[in-house]
């Protein structure tokens, strides 16, 4: 991770499952999806990279536990989603500069019921 300087966007956040290659920067968030909690500190949220295959997923270590507000300091457009509940299961598109959720099981944008 870079050493830029961290903020806390959601007090006492929690933890949650992110693919290594969004930690090590090789890849950027592109599914996420909302579990239900393993544990008291675990939000449930489980974020992936648009370039996860199901062979690195399946390969133990490649999730790595991380707080959700150090995984939003990579990338800001999470904040939005935070309270969404368990079955939550997103796609985030960037576009000419702009970033957009879309719900993977209606197919619909719903980034503006989030503001």
Same mark, same amino acid.
């Given at each position: 991770?870079?050493?830029?300087?961290?903020?806390?966007?959601?007090?006492?956040s929690?933890?949650?499952?992110?693919?290594?290659n969004?930690?090590?920067?090789? !890849?950027?968030?592109?599914?996420?999806r909302?579990?239900?909690?393993?544990?008291? =500190?675990?939000? /449930?949220? #489980?974020?992936?990279? &648009?370039?996860?295959?199901?062979?690195?997923?399946?390969?133990?270590?490649?999730?790595?536990?991380?707080?959700?507000?150090?995984?939003?300091?990579?990338?800001?457009?999470?904040i !939005?989603?935070?309270?969404?509940?368990?079955?939550?299961?997103?796609?985030?598109? =960037?576009?000419? /500069?702009? #970033?957009?959720?879309? &719900?993977?099981?209606?197919?619909?944008?719903?980034?503006?019921?989030l503001?």
């Amino acid at each position: 991770m870079s050493t830029q300087k961290f903020t806390e966007f959601i007090k006492d956040s929690g933890g949650c499952l992110v693919s290594r290659n969004i930690i090590d920067g090789r !890849g950027h968030i592109k599914w996420v999806r909302r579990e239900r909690s393993a544990n008291p =500190v675990d939000t /449930g949220w #489980r974020i992936l990279s &648009d370039i996860d295959t199901d062979d690195f997923l399946n390969e133990p270590g490649n999730l790595i536990v991380a707080s959700f507000n150090s995984i939003a300091n990579l990338e800001p457009a999470l904040i !939005g989603i935070y309270n969404l509940p368990v079955g939550a299961d997103l796609q985030l598109v =960037v576009q000419d /500069g702009r #970033r957009r959720w879309h &719900d993977n099981t209606t197919g619909q944008d719903i980034t503006d019921q989030l503001l």
